[in-house]
């Protein structure tokens, strides 16, 4: 190999690292970001079936909330909204939180509230028609 050839595939692997790598932390940061706002949004929805009493009659407890939390959340100036599929599971079983909410005055709020067990039954918890979400 020819000293030109060297330099030259140096020079591509260094050009290789240094658009790979900012990439990299970029979207890892990215990722972080929008975990946290998922699970900022998520928290009044954990909070709610970790203290229902028919939640931890088919859970058991402690329940704990799992990952990934899916969905959507978007916030900006304080405002904003999410859907958002929150896993649980305790001694007695797993099912899926499903929430929507909206954020007003950076201040989360459940608009909509179900719980989906895995055996198929569904408890809703709050009634989108009845929350405080409902009169905006």
């Known amino acids: 190999?020819?000293?030109?050839?060297?330099?030259?595939?140096?020079?591509?692997?260094?050009?290789?690292?240094?658009?790979?790598?900012?990439?990299?932390?970029?979207?890892?940061?990215?990722?972080?970001?929008?975990?946290?706002r998922k699970r900022a949004a998520a928290d009044p929805a954990i909070y709610a079936a970790q203290s229902s009493p028919a939640i931890i009659a088919l859970l058991g407890s402690p329940i704990a909330w799992g990952w990934p939390i899916r969905g959507q959340a978007s916030s900006s100036n304080g405002s904003g909204s999410a859907e958002l599929q929150i896993p649980l599971s305790g001694p007695l079983g797993k099912g899926v939180l499903i929430e929507h909410a909206r954020q007003q005055a950076k201040?989360?709020?459940?608009?909509?509230?179900?719980?989906?067990?895995a055996t198929g039954l569904v408890v809703p918890m709050v009634n989108g028609s009845q929350s405080p979400c409902a009169a905006k």
Not at 107 to 117: D, K, N, T
């Open 1 to 36: 190999m020819t000293h030109r050839t060297q330099l030259l595939r140096k020079l591509c692997v260094l050009l290789l690292v240094l658009g790979v790598f900012p990439a990299l932390v970029l979207g890892t940061l990215n990722w972080f970001m929008r975990s946290a």
């Open 107 to 117: 201040q989360w709020r459940v608009c909509a509230l179900e719980f989906h067990s």
